[in-house]
Each structure stands twice: as C-alpha cells, then as structure tokens.
C-alpha cells in the first residue's frame, strides 16, 4: 500500500513539473505581448519562478490535510493560469505597467510550487522513505516533457488555447494523483529523515540557495545565448535547448548527492563542482565543433538516431556546465533541519531571491556591459560567496579554501578565453572577414565583409540581418513606396533598423518631418556607421534639418517595436517594417492581425503600413498564411514585387500615386527613385501584383493565439529551393485592379512597362524552378539567359533599358558565365574556362569565387605572373579563401599547380 502510495505521489510530481512547465511556456508568449518578447525571455522565467518558490515555501507552513491541499489545488491551478493568461493577454488591448504583468506570471506560479512541497512531505512518510531527490528529478523530468509536448508539440497541433487547456488538465491529473497517495499514506508517521537532518540552519541555507537560483537563471539563459549560436533559433532548437538543461538539472539531482557527504561538506562539494562546471561553455568549443563534424553526421545517418541528432550538439553545451547545480537543492534539503516539507519550502523561498535577480542581473547589466563571455567568467565566484555562511568552522576551513581556489582560479582562466560567438561556426567561417562584434541583451551582433559574396553583411546572432549587397535593393523599396503612397507624410516610423537602407530611403524625402527608428538592439545602432554606403549616414546629427520643436529630424527609439507602437496612439502617418523571418519564435509577431491591429492605432488617419514578406524563406503554405492575415487587417491590402521580395501595403483606403506627388521631386531623390524602379506613376502601379481582398482564406489562419508557422512540422515542406518559384506564382496569381484602375500621363508606356515587368516576373518564376531542378540533380537546364529570351521574346532588348531588368539579365549573364567556365575547367579546357570566367569577373568583381577561377584557368596554361595577380585580388578580398569550399575546389581545378600559399 505505501509502495503504491509513494509512486502515485512520484507521477504526480512528474505531471504537475510537466504541466507547470507548459503552463509557463503559454504564459511567457503572452507576457512577451505585453511586455516584449526579450524582456519575457530575460525576467519572465525568473518571476514564475518565484512565485512558484513563495508557493513551496507556503505551503511548507501548511500544517493541514495534505489530501485536502491537493484536491483545493486540482481546481484552484488550473484556474490560476487560465485568469493570468487572459490577463496577459489583454494588457496589450489596455497597456498595464511591466510590474503588474510580472506580478500575474508569479501569482500563476503560486500554486504550481505548492505541490512539489506537499509531494516531498507526503513521500516522507513511513519507514525507508525515498529521499526529497526521486520528486524533486521526477518533477524536473515532467517539466522537461512538458517543455516538449506541451509546449511545443500541442502548440503546434492546438494553438496556444489548446496548450493551456492540456497544461491545466495535465496539472489537474497530477493534483488528483497526489490527493489519492495522500489519502492512502495520512497516517503513516513522518520517517526520521523528514524530520531532522545533519548541521544545516535555515540562516545557512538561504544564502546559498539565494545564490545558487541566480546561479542557475544565469547559467541557462548564457547556455542559451551560446546554444543558438551553434544549434539556430527556430522554436525546436529553443525547446531543445530548454529541454537539455532540464535533463542536466535532473541528472545532477538524481546522481550527485549519492557521492558526497550528508552534511555540509556536501554542500561545499557541490559549490566545488558548480563553480569549476560554470566555465565549461568557455572551453568547449573544440568539442562542440567535434561533434557538430563527427558525432551529428554520424546520428542523422542512422535512422533510429536521427531524430535526435541535434540533441547531442546541446547536451555536450549544457550537460557538464548545469549539472552539478541540479544537486544543490537536494543536498541543502538532506543538509539541514526540520520537517522535510517545511524546509524545502524554506530553502526555495529564498531562491526566489536569486530567480528574481537573474534577469535584472544578466540581461540588464552584466552582459550589455562585458558580455557574454565574461559574464560567465565571473559566476564561479558565486561559489565561495555563497560558501562564507561556513567561514567560522574551522573544520570545514580546508574545503573553503579548495573552493576559493577552484572558483578564483577558474575565473581567471575563463576571463582570458575569448567570446564565446567569435567560435562559433558562423563567426569562424574563412568567408567572412570580422569587421565590428559587440554583444548587448538581446544578440551578438557583427559586421562581416563576406569575402567570397563580395558585400558587406550585419548578422545578429547567425542570422544575415541584411547586407550591402545588390539584392537587398528592395529595402529602399520599402522605405520609398509607403512614402510615396501617402500624400503628405510627415511623419514616418521605420521599425528594425538593420544596416539603415531603408531609412535612408526615407529620408531623402523632404516632406517627412519626423523620422522615428524602434530598434530593439543598440549595438545595431551602434554599428550604423559601417553601412553609410546604403544608409547614406541618415542617423548622424543634421543641423540643416531638423523637427519643429528643433530636435534631430532622425531619433532613435529603443525597444520592442511591437511594445513601442502600443503606446503610440495615432502619431505616425507611415509605418514601414521588415522584422525578423516570420517562421522565427519572436518574429512571428510582427506578422499576426494582433500586431497589425497594434499598428492601426499607431497610424494618424489616412495613415500607411508597409510590411516585407520574404517569398524565399517560407513553403507556399505559410506564405499564404502570412499575406492572409495582413489582407484581413486592413480595409484595403496590395502587394508589390521589389526584385524577389514582397512588400505589402495596407491603409484605410487604395492610395492614388498621384503625379502631383512626383512632380518638382529634388534630383537627388528623383535618381533614387529611378535606381529601384518608383520615378513615376506608371512605374510604381505596374510594379502591383496584387489587391489583396481576394486571397484565399488559408486552411489553419495565423494569430497570436496560434502561431502554428513557428511550430509546424517542417519535414513535411517542400525542397527549400521550390519556396521562391511557388511563392512568386501564388502572389501574381491575381490580376492587381488597382494599376488598371488609374490613369496613366502616357497609356502606351505604362501597357508596355506592365508587359515587361510581367515578363520579367515569368523569367525569374522560370529561373528559381530551373535553379531548384539542378540542385536537385537536374543536368539538363538551359542557361538563366535562354529563359530570359524566352519570357521576354522580341522585346528583350528594348527591355534592357529597365534598371531591373537589366539587373536580372547581368545576374543571370553572370551566374551563365560562372558556370560554364567552371564546368569547362573541369573538363580541362583551360582557355574556354577563361574566356567566361573573366567575363563573371567583369560583372561581379567584387567577389572573391571568380578571381579564384580565373587564376586557376591562368595557372593552367602557364601564365603563372597573372594567375598570381588574379589570386592576389582575391586573397585581399577573402584573406582565409584556401579554407572556403571554394577556395578548395579552385585548388582542385588547377590552382594547386600555382604553389598558391596560404594567408
């Protein structure tokens, strides 16, 4: 009967740590609405868990039926997370102060600590009770479940609602599985253990276990901030992440407290082992890298591993670095005094203290001040800070010094390694040459010259933000057009600063006043002036132009967009954005008709939003999601094609484009306009590919509530190079009415323009398929030139004198040279291949890949003095070219006979 009594109170504490930790997970995405989505991912977790340590701690002084207890809490948890998720969820309708929306996460954590307690209490009865450690690994264990299924799997399949109604009946199964052991074991005595334990006063304990809860925030949210440098930041690489450090929590908890002693020399141990783990995400980039090259191929090949393959990569970050912290609270619990419910929750009361202080701490102070790096080197000193509650027993005089010397000199050590980003693979690939790295609370940011590309790139964290290079032409866009679309614009917001094309593009507009950035990251700001090339340096103070109340004409305002739009009610009369990808975590965000209705009221009257959506990073069935959404947010919608990309208005009414905007334009500007295609009526109409009244409603519809793109299945999309072609084709599925609809200054121009931009729609469509066919194996292609000729026909000279087209037909005439010369040097036709590849290298100069071929083709034949000055361009352009694939592939053509060195 005991027996059946104890596992009925182990699987609760693994149902409600498994429905306590989805709770939380639904109730993080709402807080981030109401708060942002970093200050959520920094405090949130902090303030839950505080509230559910005040819950333990309660209900360690509660001296009642622990029956009773259980079955009050199968009602009263469930309905405490419903309340604080329809509170938060509101705050952004009716925007609260930060401090309340905190306060409602830790009061939905309240009851979710109280069972842990009560579990632990109930498990003590009765001869040879287990110890706290089998609920305390077993609840870590259901919360790492919970993080999985619920938290990622039921989102997917039920949307957000779904999820909290599966966390509240998982958290409801375990109360009621808690109040059956509790009823079979009530009248057992309370075991010896329960009751009284070795040396450890409550004054000794808190401290530490203040100290060692900042200790373990910290430690996870650096773990993830360097996790999603080498595993990515879609939402199943977080869950992984979360997930991992979960199951190191719980392998500490479950092993090491078996190994070490049952008093507080135990306790000093642990500290020991905690402050020389701390420094391991430092030192372990080797192995990382290791397992990334041998250990990851080697799973994903074998079909029972390969699911699982990417975990491995996580587990060598975070597994030695959090366990040893998995085992602090056990041994403080078998450590100190007192009946065994009332003293774990007076040890996690006072680690609400240091989960309340890890945010404020960590995102705040310490890493926007030395980064991340170092803030990891300075956490072994929590070790023999938490241990000087000891400092006056002298028998324990030799472990403390064993732990200062551990702790001081692993933090010394870890001071002297570099950052960790500046190993990660993104920043060590030989293609990229770093320019500029900073970190702040939200990214690691850098300014990269890609080598082998040819333009300048900002990445925050690995993501390529945006670049220099010639097609990110269409950011211009989406600074001019919403501009244009307004007739008189004073007043213009652009949210995601980026490298600041965009808003140099909308300042070279006179008639805008006011020019608001909302970026969330200043080191982004901070790094502006490395883009002056494509931002025209419109963030540096002008005296010459400026607002009405004499202030800077450009401003910059710091924070979450979404958030800062919020209390901005009717000041902007154009709004331009280009977030992050929609599929992203917190990205996804500025894509749902929440945000849209947030943008609305941000908007004056007569007001213009303008959205970028990327065709070639989403499969045709979140694409059609994305675009629906903006469609059913505004009373009128309309895409337009900027090279590849699509830009989406969306206004109370169509706009006119009337010529009177255009007329008297500053020559400056006029050129601008022209480079991208927006100098005229005609010209910016003919570039609409859609009125969006008429897309179709998708199967599963984007919202807040249901942010299903993040959490789909993405084995079931088709091969990524299908994206582009199959988005292009659902978005100029439908005729665009509104460029038939106006008057144009000459008819004639205007139908021929439109015939020729829908040609040159037609040759991309084409040129994306073809380029999907041969990565795909496809040896039959016919050149991107040939599919030119054949969607332009007879006008494709004329239509050379279009800037776009002309662009396209120099890619295409360059990717066509690149190609055949190296397939000819391949062949070893050296002088053919040279013919071409010297042709790529007049239209794209600037990268490092045709200088490298033409050199090879050079040192092929003999003329070793111009290879040599071919390598040498390209050795000053990408300075570590022999380590790039193609650097090597370039030595394996010929260019090995050269006796090229290395940088």
């Known amino acids: 009967m005991q027996r059946a009594a104890r596992a009925a109170v182990v699987l609760s504490a693994f149902l409600t740590g498994g429905g306590g930790m989805g709770l939380q997970s639904v109730l993080l995405a709402y807080l981030g609405l109401a708060c942002g989505q970093s200050a959520s991912g920094a405090f949130g977790p902090g303030a839950f868990a505080a509230g559910w340590c005040a819950g333990a701690w309660l209900a360690g002084r509660f001296r009642g039926s622990s029956a009773r207890a259980f079955a009050l809490l199968a009602f009263a948890a469930p309905l405490a997370g419903a309340s604080a998720a329809l509170w938060l969820r509101a705050t952004e309708v009716a925007p609260a102060s930060n401090a309340l929306a905190f306060l409602a996460l830790a009061a939905a954590g309240l009851p979710q600590g109280m069972f842990l307690t009560l579990q632990c209490r109930e498990l003590s009865r009765g001869r040879g009770a287990p110890s706290l450690a089998a609920v305390y690994v077993a609840n870590l264990l259901g919360a790492l479940a919970g993080a999985w299924g619920i938290g990622l799997a039921t989102v997917a399949l039920a949307g957000r609602t779904g999820a909290l109604l599966t966390a509240s009946g998982v958290v409801a199964a ?11 074991v009530r009248e057992a005595p309370l075991s010896e253990s329960a009751l009284s334990a070795v040396d450890l006063s409550l004054r000794h304990a808190a401290p530490i276990a203040a100290l060692t809860a900042l200790w373990v925030f910290a430690l996870e949210w650096l773990c993830l901030r360097i996790a999603v440098l080498w595993v990515g930041s879609q939402v199943g690489e977080l869950t992984r992440i979360v997930a991992c450090s979960l199951l190191a929590l719980a392998l500490g908890a479950a092993f090491l407290p078996r190994w070490v002693a049952r008093d507080s020399r135990g306790v000093l141990s642990v500290l020991t082992l905690c402050a020389l783990a701390s420094t391991w995400p430092l030192v372990c980039s080797p192995l990382l890298e290791w397992s990334a090259h041998v250990v990851v191929p080697a799973l994903r090949a074998s079909a029972p591993f390969a699911p699982v393959s990417d975990v491995a990569l996580t587990l060598v970050l975070v597994l030695p670095a959090l366990a040893p912290l998995g085992a602090v609270v056990p041994v403080l619990h078998r450590a100190s005094s007192g009946e065994s419910g009332a003293r774990l929750g007076n040890i996690l009361l006072f680690e609400a203290l240091g989960a309340l202080a890890a945010g404020p701490l960590l995102h705040s102070w310490l890493v926007p001040a030395v980064g991340v790096g170092e803030a990891l080197a300075w956490l072994p000193l929590l070790g023999p800070l938490a241990a000087l509650v000891f400092a006056a027993r002298r028998e324990l005089r030799t472990r403390l010094a064993l732990l200062g010397v551990v702790a001081l000199g692993a933090s010394v050590a870890a001071q002297r390694a570099p950052a960790p980003a500046l190993r990660s693979p993104k920043l060590t690939d030989p293609a990229l040459n770093l320019r500029a790295f900073a970190e702040d609370a939200h990214f690691a940011v850098s300014v990269v010259d890609d080598g082998v590309n040819g333009e300048r790139t900002l990445l925050t ?10 097609e990110y032409a269409y950011m211009r866009v989406l600074g001019h057009l919403p501009v244009l679309a307004h007739p008189r614009p004073a007043r213009v917001a652009v949210v995601a600063l980026g490298t600041g094309t965009t808003v140099g593009a909308v300042a070279l507009h006179p008639e805008v006043q006011a020019l608001d950035v909302l970026e969330i990251s200043p080191k982004v700001v901070e790094f502006a002036p490395w883009f002056e090339s494509v931002n025209r340096g419109a963030l540096a103070p002008d005296s010459a132009r400026r607002r009405a109340d004499g202030s800077e004409r450009v401003q910059v305002r710091l924070g979450d967009g979404r958030r800062l ?6 000041r902007y009369d154009v709004i331009t954005i280009e977030p992050l990808l929609p599929d992203s975590p917190f990205g996804v965000y500025l894509y749902t008709p929440g945000f849209y209705a947030v943008a609305r009221r941000a908007l004056a009257p007569g007001g213009v939003f303008a959205q970028w959506v990327p065709p070639h990073a989403m499969p045709p069935e979140v694409c059609a999601s994305v675009v629906a959404a903006f469609a059913r947010s505004f009373e009128w919608s309309g895409a337009w094609l900027a090279g590849t990309q699509l830009i989406l208005l969306g206004a109370e009414r169509a706009p006119s484009f009337a010529q009177e905007r255009f007329d008297g334009l500053d020559p400056q500007l006029l050129r601008a306009l022209a480079e991208v295609g927006c100098d005229a009526p005609s010209a910016v109409l003919a570039r609409q590919v859609a009125e969006l009244a008429s897309w179709p409603t998708p199967p599963r519809e984007l919202t807040d509530d249901d942010p299903w793109i993040v959490w789909r299945a993405r ?57 999907a066919r041969r990565r795909a194996g496809s040896r039959s292609e016919p050149d991107a030139l040939e599919l030119a000729a054949a969607a332009f026909g007879p006008r494709l000279e004329r239509a050379r004198a279009e800037p776009e087209v002309a662009l396209f037909l120099a890619e295409a005439e360059f990717l066509d040279a690149l190609r055949r010369g190296v397939a000819a040097l391949a062949q070893g036709d050296a002088r053919a291949a040279l013919r071409d590849t010297v042709r790529a290298a007049e239209l794209r100069g600037e ?3 045709v200088h490298l071929y ?18 040498a361009r390209a050795e000053r352009t990408c300075p570590r070219w022999r380590e790039t694939a193609v650097g090597q592939r370039a030595l394996r053509l010929g260019l090995d006979s050269l006796g090229a060195p290395g940088p």
């Open 461 to 470: 964290d690995t993501f390529r933000a945006a670049g220099d290079g010639r």
């Open 565 to 570: 739009l919020a209390g901005d009610e009717a």
């Open 854 to 871: 033409v050199a090879a083709c050079l040192a092929r034949m003999g003329e070793r003095a111009a290879a040599q000055a071919a390598l």
């Open 174 to 184: 375990g109360a009621l599985l808690g109040w059956a052991g509790a009823r079979r």
């Open 715 to 771: 084995g079931s999309d088709p091969p990524t190079l299908e994206w582009l072609p199959r988005n292009l084709e659902l978005a100029t599925a439908s005729p665009a009415t509104l460029a038939t609809s106006l008057p144009f200054s000459s008819e004639r121009d205007a139908v021929e323009l439109r015939a020729t931009l829908a040609a040159l729609r037609e040759a991309r469509i084409a040129s994306a398929w073809s380029e």
């Open 847 to 849: 990268r490092a890949d």
